[in-house]
């Protein structure tokens, strides 16, 4: 199919997960997506493993996230790869990194370098925490910045003390802010056919994360989050019954709803139930009674209930239940991809869905400097 960013073409400075992430949201919309490398031992992020798990000695996460790219291997010490890459940059339409503030700089390829090379290059970039100011040069890092943004304590209840979430989340929403504002850029480049810079940080990404809870913050007097004492409490700032709950034969996910009617339901009353009010105020009270009612029968059979009365609850599934399921099977999230020994390795495809068609691509991660002949004969012997 025709993808819409066809005949773009990236050069992809970016190491480790956020910025490589955006690149794979546009490789996988059609651009033509560039990894700048170290020769030999190419990206760092190459060497990043979840589980120490590694294919074709790179890990297992690189690939996931570097799937349908090229590899360009040079050395940027090296005054001729330099110039190599300079002849890419007026060639380029976008231009990805996440050094370290200054490094950019020291090589000539900054964005006032590479847009007297190119007047018309989308220039982006990615820090921990922005170019300059007290934070400059720490690392930027994902739970170093969720620790650092409160981000830590609006998960779990009371007695837990900090929690991280168990994902990569602000790189990947970094990554998400990213790709959103080179696609901005490329807007506004087809009007004024002028380069375009495009800045973004982990902790600016953190911050807008939390935009809902930060807003009610700084608005209630400053109260710090008020996580449930209630194990399974869903949100810090949310009334009952949100939250999950255990049951007789596993767990139970109750969203937010009319607690008057969940209430007549379950068979239990009080003011806390009937005032709107005390719904946040009490909301201990009510989970905890909540909670012994449906430890009566199973999740199974509560989600048919529940549901059937239009309350918005479903069972807590795990991997292997959720993978089994209709809804997952209908998504078709999943996709092969073909690693060069001939071996498939499954991964999860683009969410994107265009002119009806989802965005599969079976091409893995490049090896390092793999496509440098062909790159060469495309974009500098012409």
Request: glycine share 8%; aromatic share 8%.
């Amino acid at each position: 199919m025709d993808r819409p960013l066809e005949g773009i073409l990236v050069l992809e400075f970016s190491q480790f997960m956020a910025g490589p992430t955006a690149g794979l949201r546009l490789a996988d919309l059609g651009a033509r997506v560039i990894k700048i490398e170290r020769p030999g031992s190419g990206e760092s992020g190459r060497q990043i493993a979840i589980k120490n798990i590694f294919v074709d000695d790179s890990s297992l996460v690189f690939h996931t996230i570097n799937r349908n790219k090229e590899s360009y291997a040079a050395d940027l010490k090296d005054p001729v790869d330099i110039e190599i890459i300079k002849k890419l940059i007026k060639k380029a339409d976008v231009i990805t990194h996440n050094f370290r503030p200054g490094i950019m700089e020291k090589l000539g390829l900054d964005y006032a370098s590479a847009s007297q090379i190119n007047d018309q290059i989308i220039y982006a970039s990615v820090t921990g925490y922005g170019k300059a100011g007290p934070w400059a040069r720490k690392p930027g890092q994902d739970l170093l910045v969720q620790s650092m943004s409160g981000l830590t304590w609006l998960s779990g209840s009371e007695s837990d003390g900090p929690v991280p979430f168990g994902l990569a989340v602000i790189d990947m929403y970094c990554a998400t802010h990213l790709t959103q504002g080179i696609l901005a850029a490329l807007l506004k480049r087809s009007r004024t056919k002028k380069s375009v810079l495009v800045e973004v940080s982990l902790l600016e990404s953190a911050l807008d994360m939390q935009f809902e809870v930060l807003t009610t913050h700084l608005n209630d007097g400053r109260k710090l989050p008020q996580r449930s004492k209630v194990r399974g409490g869903g949100h810090a700032y949310l009334s009952a019954p949100y939250g999950l709950y255990r049951t007789a034969g596993g767990y139970l996910a109750l969203a937010m709803g009319d607690l008057r009617v969940l209430a007549t339901i379950l068979g239990l009353s009080g003011d806390h139930y009937e005032q709107k009010e005390n719904w946040f105020s009490a909301r201990d009270v009510i989970m905890k009674e909540i909670g012994e009612v449906v430890l009566q029968k199973t999740a199974t059979e509560w989600v048919s209930l529940l549901e059937s009365q239009g309350i918005w609850c479903t069972e807590v599934n795990d991997y292997p239940r959720f993978f089994s399921s209709e809804g997952f099977v209908n998504s078709r999230m999943l996709q092969n991809i073909e690693l060069n020994d001939g071996t498939a390795l499954k991964t999860t495809r683009s969410v994107f869905c265009i002119d009806g068609h989802y965005l599969f691509s079976s091409k893995p991660a490049p090896q390092v400097g793999q496509d440098n002949e062909r790159i060469k004969i495309d974009y500098l012997e012409n």
